[in-house]
């Protein structure tokens, strides 16, 4: 992240995936984000979304964000880093705080938020996000934005999202190993999902499923919050290695196969279709029916699905869906996935594509993209937050103070300054 300008700067989201390294580069403005670049290369250094190889990682990530660079002409210094992987789990808390002053201030909810993630974790594990789903004002609940309400008791019902403590660290530790500041860690899905989806999916309930190289993530908003997140881990590789398993081709061969030819649902696939299957250790290619190519999906993408609906069932949320769900990440773009989707999840479904976003939109109008906007945007919210702190009228005050030049004793100028830190460190 480098400044551009008093009011912009530049924001770079880091997916880190089992099959691609992605780097994103968004400039912000205002509530605006211009894509300037983005960097896209293989990687073979995860496994299941989890670090595998630091050095194969390594090399990745300076392949991608030398390619972002060079595509939106800025140095990348700090980025965004995206983390998922099966280690991730989700839990419910509550929290409670007095309203100081009778009206809801930022710094009230700030403490009630600590307050609801004062739950012992494993000593292996850290709190990634507490991701609010509402908040009760004395009797009222259902509130969004309790911030300028009266009142003198503030709760909160949030989610926490807890990961692998040595998971999160391998991640920083690969960006750090390329000379890069890692600004902050963010849930894959949560990115994805703020790069997909529309406030009204929010509100009326949603599913973002986001299917990877070597997971499925999954993230439910109910009434505009969020829910439930979990990992299922299965994704696009278990399709490619079903591929190279039963039609006897290489891995990476089975791969480009499931790219041009691959069908989700057989009946879309005509008869007297048919695709070369190249051979491996020195065999000649041959020709099959695509029919076969599909047959050998299909169950896999089912067996996706329904493990996907079983998820869903066991938070009791199905009903709640009202919007349906929204499939990214690179695996969706599987000819009949949303089809087949909707029959066994049983609710209307669509392709997310990044969207919120202006500048060069064709570089990253693929779902394989959306957790690399999503991570932009979720770093421009944080940017944007943080300004928003700072211009808070105690740091107002603070700053008037420390600049002021009236005649005043050290004494008194102390005693001012440490009034000043008293309030801060209370309100922040």
């Given at each position: 992240?480098?400044?551009?300008?008093?009011?912009?700067?530049?924001?770079?989201?880091?997916?880190i995936?089992?099959?691609?390294?992605?780097?994103?580069?968004?400039?912000?403005?205002?509530?605006?984000?211009?894509?300037?670049?983005?960097?896209?290369?293989?990687?073979?250094g995860l496994?299941k979304g989890i670090v595998?190889?630091?050095?194969?990682?390594?090399?990745?990530?300076?392949?991608?964000?030398?390619?972002?660079?060079?595509?939106?002409?800025v140095?990348?210094r700090?980025?965004?880093?995206?983390?998922a992987?099966?280690h991730?789990?989700?839990m419910?808390?509550?929290?409670v705080?007095?309203?100081?002053g009778?009206?809801?201030?930022?710094?009230?909810v700030?403490?009630?938020l600590?307050?609801?993630?004062?739950?012992?974790?494993d000593?292996d594990?850290?709190?990634?996000h507490v991701?609010?789903r509402?908040?009760?004002?004395?009797?009222?609940?259902?509130?969004?934005d309790?911030?300028?309400?009266?009142?003198?008791?503030?709760?909160?019902?949030?989610?926490?999202?807890?990961?692998?403590?040595s998971?999160v660290?391998?991640?920083?530790?690969?960006?750090?190993?390329?000379?890069?500041?890692?600004?902050?860690?963010?849930?894959?899905?949560?990115?994805?999902?703020?790069?997909?989806?529309?406030?009204?999916?929010?509100?009326?309930?949603?599913?973002?499923?986001d299917?990877?190289?070597?997971t499925?993530d999954l993230?439910?908003?109910?009434?505009?919050g969020?829910?439930?997140t979990?990992?299922?881990?299965?994704?696009?590789?278990?399709?490619t290695?079903?591929?190279?398993?039963?039609?006897?081709?290489?891995?990476a061969?089975?791969?480009r196969?499931?790219?041009?030819s691959?069908?989700?649902?057989?009946?879309?696939v005509?008869?007297?279709?048919?695709?070369?299957?190249?051979?491996?250790?020195g065999?000649?290619p041959?020709r099959?029916?695509?029919?076969v190519?599909s047959?050998?999906?299909?169950?896999r993408?089912?067996e996706?699905?329904a493990?996907?609906?079983?998820r869903?069932?066991d938070?009791?949320?199905?009903e709640?869906l009202?919007?349906?769900?929204?499939?990214t990440?690179?695996?969706?773009?599987?000819?009949?996935?949303?089809?087949?989707?909707?029959?066994i999840?049983?609710?209307?479904?669509?392709?997310?594509?990044?969207?919120?976003?202006?500048?060069i939109?064709?570089?990253?109008?693929?779902?394989?993209?959306?957790?690399?906007?999503?991570?932009?945007?979720?770093?421009?919210h944080?940017?944007?937050e943080a300004?928003?702190?700072?211009?808070?009228?105690?740091?107002?005050?603070?700053?008037?103070?420390?600049s002021?030049h009236v005649?005043?004793?050290?004494?008194?100028?102390?005693?001012?300054?440490?009034?000043l830190w008293?309030?801060?460190?209370?309100?922040?």
């Amino acid at each position: 992240m480098s400044t551009t300008s008093s009011e912009s700067e530049i924001v770079v989201g880091l997916d880190i995936g089992t099959t691609k390294v992605c780097a994103v580069v968004g400039e912000t403005h205002g509530d605006t984000v211009t894509i300037l670049g983005v960097g896209s290369v293989p990687c073979r250094g995860l496994r299941k979304g989890i670090v595998s190889n630091i050095d194969w990682t390594v090399r990745s990530i300076k392949e991608a964000i030398d390619a972002a660079q060079t595509m939106a002409g800025v140095e990348i210094r700090t980025v965004y880093a995206g983390v998922a992987g099966s280690h991730i789990r989700s839990m419910t808390s509550d929290g409670v705080a007095a309203i100081s002053g009778g009206e809801v201030t930022r710094a009230d909810v700030e403490r009630v938020l600590e307050g609801a993630r004062a739950i012992p974790v494993d000593a292996d594990r850290q709190i990634l996000h507490v991701l609010p789903r509402e908040y009760i004002v004395d009797a009222q609940d259902g509130i969004r934005d309790p911030i300028g309400m009266s009142g003198v008791r503030l709760g909160a019902k949030v989610n926490l999202v807890t990961a692998a403590t040595s998971c999160v660290q391998n991640v920083i530790r690969c960006a750090e190993r390329c000379g890069l500041v890692v600004a902050d860690v963010v849930l894959e899905p949560l990115a994805s999902a703020e790069a997909v989806l529309s406030e009204d999916e929010k509100e009326i309930g949603v599913a973002v499923i986001d299917i990877g190289g070597g997971t499925t993530d999954l993230l439910l908003y109910v009434d505009g919050g969020i829910a439930h997140t979990s990992v299922i881990p299965v994704g696009g590789n278990n399709i490619t290695s079903d591929i190279a398993a039963g039609l006897r081709t290489p891995m990476a061969e089975a791969d480009r196969l499931k790219r041009n030819s691959g069908c989700a649902l057989g009946r879309m696939v005509g008869d007297e279709e048919e695709v070369e299957v190249p051979g491996v250790g020195g065999h000649a290619p041959r020709r099959t029916a695509r029919r076969v190519l599909s047959d050998i999906i299909e169950p896999r993408v089912e067996e996706m699905f329904a493990a996907i609906r079983k998820r869903i069932e066991d938070t009791g949320m199905l009903e709640q869906l009202s919007a349906g769900a929204v499939l990214t990440g690179g695996a969706v773009l599987l000819e009949g996935m949303p089809e087949f989707a909707e029959e066994i999840l049983g609710m209307p479904v669509r392709i997310g594509f990044p969207s919120g976003v202006d500048g060069i939109t064709q570089a990253v109008q693929g779902p394989q993209f959306s957790t690399g906007v999503g991570l932009v945007k979720f770093g421009a919210h944080a940017i944007a937050e943080a300004r928003l702190r700072d211009a808070s009228p105690i740091v107002s005050l603070m700053r008037q103070k420390v600049s002021s030049h009236v005649a005043i004793s050290d004494v008194e100028a102390a005693k001012e300054h440490s009034k000043l830190w008293a309030w801060l460190k209370a309100a922040f």
